[in-house]
């Protein structure tokens, strides 16, 4: 705590321009009505005494009749024995606990003056002494007064009370941002948090915790945590998050549950360091009764996806900037997973339309299967309600029966008609990785909706924060709630964390730097940069490239239709050809975290075996990720970087930078010739390093697609419309050879045909770079 041991200025002049924000500087008539405070002087009195006379000497120079009125009542009040007890009247019955505006006022200099004297904010030893010390230090308040006193004069330090933050949500990102913030604000900063799937529970030795109820809904899915991000907590953070064993899959990052990563910060946020710093509410909040959270500075929402904060307070600048379908098998097995997970990344990054995520120290984990439109209206229960998180469908056990928790109305209607072409695709996903049909425990659609605010902060209205103390507070967003990103790439939840670091950082700069006062919006203008730079970096480079390439129902549809056409013997050549070069890219990776195995082939037919032709077929047409849009220097939150990470991060950018740079001065196109175009830099060329793609793996034109049968999904029309894209075809000048038209299946099948296995040029870099879970190269 910052002692408030005064210094004297004579000079008016140096007085005028204090030397720190926080430095408060008081007239000389204070210190003459409070007295000396010499031990040694004759005057003896106690720092209430002082205190009450202060008080009286102070309501005689005020011209407001009622204030002088009332500071006498308060001062000959019997029931105020304290310097605290006389401040905290202060505040209720002068001030009615609230600020009117950020500028100070001489009656509350008076009373800073007479707590800092009484040495208050040194000694916070009660909730009340707290609240007095959070009102009349708040720190978004003016510490002087303006104009500044003048003539002699003496300086204290602001001993600013706590800011506080009402965080909607109880996620992982509201997590990681509790812990972030309490971390960082080292008590300058109180967090309250807010969760509907909290309950307190009594521990058996008395102690009371908060936990989720046996009957909370818990997601199932197992995500990807980047190392470039996990490495940015703290150590006992990070420690907590994987318990000391994290389990390496794709290479420079560690899968876990979800609900993992929420018992795990939910433990470590109820840590004994943060007590009295973030408070946990087991309730829900809603916009119509946000006054029950009381008064805070800043509302973070992190109350995911669907979240009312961002729909309530940045509406208008919400941005949908496409959207894809998936199906989602939720499983859980004894013990571990069927394949080993080198052989499980193998076979899922050698094609899109599955994809495993799973953890084989759990047995637990997602299959997931990107969905055309017409497959996505099929995800239904017997009952014609399409399965969702919220009421997710069931396959029936091998005697008929349905399984325990679910009504005989969720049986997932799909698994009910066991020769149609839609289950033969979702059983050939679980074959694909070994799993049996009761290993599945729940099934849900999931729509992947890319969007994102345009701002991440804004000014709450007066209206909605009755319980405020002041004139306004701020709003802010993170994790789902900004921004929703495609999950093929697994980046969703590393945003949020990186969110929630930064927010943690910038919050707690910008308060020890004085830009809290007066609670200006540019306060957080450092965060709101870096959620802006986040989105542009997942979404325009991870997003949407998946989007434009096969993640649009629209473009799934088109290439699916087209799969009959190539021949069975190559599908599963051209499957085994790219996962081989996969498995052989991979092993060789010094971040691989598996043994090298040699007979990778053979196990790979052995699995491809089992599947239906046209699987395989819809398998091989499904096409490698667009890597090289994916690929550049990762959105960081800088001030949690150490220093030598913020070194290496800052060379690689660098680094990027030099052959942008010299890529641009070599590549200086020749001014187009007659019909010439510029060489497309966009969405379907090869991943860095490779060669350019063959003329026959040119996705469709626009025309092409609206000339078939498709019919143009309101996914791509989005995308369409967003900023920077374009739809398949579209805007993208065509540097090799015209896309595709309504025969465009000449193309995919002769370039499967003509190759057998994928060439080289195409899959080399592409897949190597172990697509899109890995950091690139
Ligand atoms: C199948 C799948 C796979 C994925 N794989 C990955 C991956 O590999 N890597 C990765 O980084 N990301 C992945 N993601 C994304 C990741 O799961 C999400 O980005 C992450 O869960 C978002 O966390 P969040 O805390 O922002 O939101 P949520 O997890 O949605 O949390 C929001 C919380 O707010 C609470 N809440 C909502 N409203 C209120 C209210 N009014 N009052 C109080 N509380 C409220 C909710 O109960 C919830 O606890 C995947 C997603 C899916 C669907």
Same mark, same amino acid.
């Given at each position: 705590?910052?002692?408030?041991?005064?210094?004297?200025?004579?000079?008016?002049? #140096?007085?005028?321009?204090?030397?720190?924000?926080?430095?408060?500087?008081?007239?000389?008539?204070?210190?003459?009505?409070?007295?000396?405070?010499?031990?040694?002087?004759?005057?003896?009195?106690?720092?209430?005494?002082?205190?009450?006379?202060?008080?009286?000497?102070?309501?005689?120079?005020?011209?407001?009749?009622?204030?002088?009125?009332?500071?006498?009542?308060?001062?000959?009040?019997?029931?105020?024995?304290?310097?605290?007890?006389?401040?905290?009247?202060?505040?209720?019955?002068?001030?009615?606990?609230?600020?009117?505006?950020?500028?100070?006022?001489?009656?509350?200099?008076?009373?800073?003056?007479?707590?800092?004297?009484?040495?208050?904010?040194?000694?916070?030893?009660?909730?009340?002494?707290?609240?007095?010390?959070?009102?009349?230090?708040?720190?978004?308040?003016?510490?002087?007064?303006?104009?500044?006193?003048?003539?002699?004069?003496?300086?204290?330090?602001?001993?600013?009370?706590?800011?506080?933050?009402?965080?909607?949500?109880?996620?992982?990102?509201?997590?990681?941002?509790?812990?972030?913030?309490?971390?960082?604000?080292?008590?300058?900063?109180?967090?309250?948090?807010?969760?509907?799937?909290?309950?307190?529970?009594?521990?058996?030795?008395?102690?009371?915790?908060?936990?989720?109820?046996?009957?909370?809904?818990?997601?199932?899915?197992?995500?990807?945590?980047?190392?470039?991000?996990?490495?940015?907590?703290?150590?006992?953070?990070?420690?907590?998050?994987?318990?000391?064993?994290?389990?390496?899959?794709?290479?420079?990052?560690?899968?876990?549950?979800?609900?993992?990563?929420?018992?795990?910060?939910?433990?470590?946020?109820?840590?004994?360091?943060?007590?009295?710093? #973030?408070?946990?509410?087991?309730?829900?909040?809603?916009?119509?009764?946000?006054?029950?959270?009381?008064?805070?500075?800043?509302?973070?929402?992190?109350?995911?996806?669907?979240?009312?904060?961002?729909?309530?307070?940045?509406?208008?600048?919400?941005?949908?900037?496409?959207?894809?379908?998936?199906?989602?098998?939720?499983?859980?097995?004894?013990?571990?997973?069927?394949?080993?997970?080198?052989?499980?990344?193998?076979?899922?990054?050698?094609?899109?339309?599955?994809?495993?995520?799973?953890?084989?120290?759990?047995?637990?984990?997602?299959?997931?299967?990107?969905?055309?439109?017409?497959?996505?209206?099929?995800?239904?229960?017997?009952?014609?309600?399409?399965?969702?998180?919220?009421?997710?469908?069931?396959?029936?056990?091998?005697?008929?029966?349905?399984?325990?928790?679910?009504?005989?109305?969720?049986?997932?209607?799909?698994?009910?008609?066991?020769?149609?072409?839609?289950?033969?695709?979702?059983?050939?996903?679980?074959?694909?990785?070994?799993?049996?049909?009761?290993?599945?425990?729940?099934?849900?659609?999931?729509?992947?909706?890319?969007?994102?605010?345009?701002?991440?902060?804004?000014?709450?209205?007066?209206?909605?924060?009755?319980?405020?103390?002041?004139?306004?507070?701020?709003?802010?967003?993170?994790?789902?709630?900004?921004?929703? #990103?495609?999950?093929?790439?697994?980046?969703?939840?590393?945003?949020?964390?990186?969110?929630?670091?930064?927010?943690?950082?910038?919050?707690?700069?910008?308060?020890?730097?004085?830009?809290?006062?007066?609670?200006?919006?540019?306060?957080?203008?450092?965060?709101?940069?870096?959620?802006?730079?986040?989105?542009?970096?997942?979404?325009?480079?991870?997003?949407?490239?998946?989007?434009?390439?096969?993640?649009?129902?629209?473009?799934?549809?088109?290439?699916?239709?087209?799969?009959?056409?190539?021949?069975?013997?190559?599908?599963?050549?051209?499957?085994?050809?790219?996962?081989?070069?996969?498995?052989?890219?991979?092993?060789?990776?010094?971040?691989?975290?598996?043994?090298?195995?040699?007979?990778?082939?053979?196990?790979?037919?052995?699995?491809?075996?089992?599947?239906?032709?046209?699987?395989?077929?819809?398998?091989?047409?499904?096409?490698?990720?667009?890597?090289?849009?994916?690929?550049?220097?990762?959105?960081?939150?800088?001030?949690?970087?150490?220093?030598?990470?913020?070194?290496?991060?800052?060379?690689?950018?660098?680094?990027?930078?030099?052959?942008?740079?010299?890529?641009?001065?070599?590549?200086?196109?020749?001014?187009?010739?007659?019909?010439?175009?510029?060489?497309?830099?966009?969405?379907?060329?090869?991943?860095?390093?490779?060669?350019?793609?063959?003329?026959?793996?040119?996705?469709?034109?626009?025309?092409?697609?609206?000339?078939?049968?498709?019919?143009?999904?309101?996914?791509?029309?989005?995308?369409?419309?967003?900023?920077?894209?374009?739809?398949?075809?579209?805007?993208?000048?065509?540097?090799?050879?015209?896309?595709?038209?309504?025969?465009?299946?000449?193309?995919?099948?002769?370039?499967?045909?003509?190759?057998?296995?994928?060439?080289?040029?195409?899959?080399?870099?592409?897949?190597?770079?172990?697509?899109?879970?890995?950091?690139?190269?």
């Amino acid at each position: 705590m910052p002692t408030a041991i005064p210094f004297r200025k004579r000079d008016p002049g #140096v007085a005028a321009q204090t030397a720190s924000f926080n430095d408060i500087v008081f007239p000389k008539i204070y210190e003459e009505a409070w007295g000396s405070s010499d031990p040694n002087s004759l005057d003896q009195r106690t720092d209430f005494d002082r205190a009450r006379i202060f008080l009286m000497r102070i309501a005689n120079m005020t011209p407001d009749p009622l204030i002088i009125q009332e500071l006498r009542n308060i001062v000959s009040n019997p029931q105020n024995k304290t310097v605290q007890a006389l401040a905290t009247a202060i505040q209720h019955r002068i001030f009615g606990n609230s600020h009117g505006s950020f500028a100070t006022t001489p009656l509350m200099q008076s009373v800073r003056f007479m707590l800092l004297k009484s040495r208050v904010p040194e000694l916070i030893l009660s909730d009340r002494t707290r609240s007095v010390v959070d009102f009349f230090f708040d720190p978004t308040l003016e510490r002087n007064l303006n104009p500044l006193p003048t003539g002699e004069v003496s300086v204290y330090k602001y001993v600013p009370g706590r800011l506080k933050v009402a965080i909607i949500g109880g996620g992982p990102t509201a997590l990681a941002s509790a812990i972030a913030i309490a971390e960082k604000g080292a008590g300058s900063v109180e967090v309250h948090m807010y969760e509907k799937r909290w309950v307190e529970k009594q521990l058996p030795n008395g102690e009371i915790v908060v936990d989720y109820p046996p009957t909370a809904r818990r997601r199932d899915q197992v995500v990807t945590l980047q190392d470039s991000v996990t490495s940015l907590l703290s150590r006992p953070s990070y420690q907590a998050l994987f318990a000391g064993r994290p389990e390496r899959v794709w290479p420079g990052s560690a899968n876990i549950q979800i609900r993992k990563v929420e018992d795990r910060f939910l433990k470590r946020v109820q840590d004994p360091e943060f007590q009295g710093l #973030v408070f946990l509410h087991c309730e829900g909040v809603t916009r119509e009764d946000l006054a029950k959270v009381g008064d805070f500075h800043v509302l973070l929402g992190a109350d995911g996806a669907a979240s009312w904060v961002r729909q309530s307070y940045f509406h208008g600048y919400e941005n949908e900037r496409g959207r894809s379908y998936a199906l989602g098998l939720a499983f859980d097995r004894p013990a571990g997973l069927p394949w080993s997970q080198s052989l499980n990344v193998f076979l899922t990054l050698g094609q899109t339309r599955y994809l495993l995520n799973a953890s084989d120290h759990d047995g637990r984990g997602y299959l997931n299967m990107q969905l055309t439109e017409e497959e996505w209206h099929k995800m239904l229960s017997v009952d014609g309600q399409p399965v969702h998180f919220g009421r997710p469908g069931c396959f029936r056990k091998p005697d008929g029966s349905i399984p325990e928790g679910f009504e005989p109305s969720q049986v997932f209607a799909p698994s009910e008609d066991r020769s149609s072409p839609l289950w033969t695709s979702i059983s050939d996903g679980l074959k694909l990785f070994g799993f049996k049909d009761e290993e599945v425990i729940n099934v849900v659609r999931i729509p992947i909706v890319v969007q994102a605010v345009r701002e991440g902060v804004q000014l709450l209205p007066p209206q909605d924060s009755i319980n405020v103390k002041r004139p306004h507070a701020l709003v802010a967003v993170a994790g789902d709630a900004a921004m929703t #990103v495609h999950f093929w790439p697994g980046r969703g939840l590393n945003s949020g964390i990186k969110a929630g670091l930064s927010l943690g950082d910038e919050l707690v700069h910008a308060l020890n730097s004085g830009k809290f006062i007066g609670m200006p919006i540019n306060a957080m203008k450092e965060y709101n940069d870096f959620i802006l730079k986040l989105q542009g970096r997942e979404h325009d480079k991870r997003s949407i490239p998946i989007l434009n390439q096969s993640g649009s129902p629209e473009m799934l549809g088109w290439l699916l239709q087209k799969a009959n056409s190539v021949p069975d013997a190559v599908a599963i050549e051209w499957l085994i050809g790219a996962m081989t070069q996969i498995a052989d890219r991979l092993q060789r990776r010094d971040d691989w975290s598996y043994d090298f195995v040699e007979n990778v082939e053979p196990q790979l037919r052995i699995v491809l075996r089992q599947l239906a032709p046209l699987t395989l077929k819809e398998m091989a047409v499904s096409f490698p990720w667009p890597t090289r849009e994916m690929a550049g220097a990762e959105v960081l939150p800088i001030r949690s970087m150490k220093a030598e990470e913020k070194q290496k991060w800052l060379n690689n950018l660098w680094g990027l930078l030099k052959d942008e740079k010299s890529k641009d001065s070599r590549a200086a196109p020749p001014p187009p010739q007659n019909g010439d175009r510029p060489t497309s830099s966009a969405r379907f060329e090869a991943p860095k390093g490779g060669k350019a793609r063959p003329a026959s793996l040119m996705p469709p034109s626009r025309d092409s697609l609206d000339s078939g049968s498709l019919r143009r999904s309101n996914a791509t029309q989005s995308v369409r419309h967003s900023r920077n894209l374009s739809v398949p075809g579209e805007g993208a000048p065509r540097a090799r050879s015209p896309s595709p038209g309504p025969g465009g299946e000449v193309s995919l099948s002769r370039m499967l045909t003509v190759h057998k296995k994928p060439p080289s040029s195409v899959l080399g870099d592409a897949l190597s770079l172990a697509l899109f879970r890995v950091e690139a190269e």
